[in-house]
């Protein structure tokens, strides 16, 4: 039912949750919708993002996310998906961000660095990351940044 533990937590948030099919998750970037208790009566559609490495076999670093801008694919990646949130976990809590305004914000940062594109994770920062012989372009983001833009902070 859900792709991982952070999906779950989230979902235990929701009045009237429901999960997002196989297609709405790949083709539509969202994982469940409904009501997030004590925040708001509107049901809202949220992409569920869990603790990230800085690298394929680093450590888990919650002090960073990912964002996604084209999927391996090729498509146009989450960050132009039709979820209304971006819920990206913490130790403690989910910080829940706009999805528009995260593109924007994830757009204006990486204009800054003249959308330089980079070949090692680690350069990644408000950099535009293509791995070898694969179509998506990712960008890494300090969480406190996102803290700093969201619209709720919701503890699990």
Not at 86 to 97: L, N, P, R
Request: aromatic share 12%.
């Amino acid at each position: 039912m859900f792709a991982n533990e952070a999906e779950r937590l989230f979902s235990l948030k929701l009045k009237e949750c429901i999960v997002a099919s196989k297609n709405e998750n790949m083709f539509e970037h969202w994982d469940m919708k409904g009501i997030l208790f004590d925040v708001t009566e509107d049901v809202l559609k949220y992409d569920v993002k869990g603790i990230k490495r800085d690298q394929r076999h680093g450590n888990l670093n919650p002090k960073i996310v990912w964002t996604e801008s084209k999927n391996v694919r090729g498509n146009p990646g989450w960050l132009y998906g039709k979820a209304d949130y971006i819920a990206f976990e913490k130790t403690d809590e989910f910080v829940v961000v706009d999805r528009v305004v995260l593109l924007n914000f994830m757009r204006e940062k990486i204009e800054e660095n003249n959308n330089e594109v980079v070949s090692n994770p680690y350069d990644a920062l408000y950099k535009i990351y293509q791995r070898k012989g694969r179509q998506d372009k990712i960008s890494k983001a300090y969480m406190f940044d996102m803290e700093k833009i969201s619209k709720w902070i919701v503890k699990k």
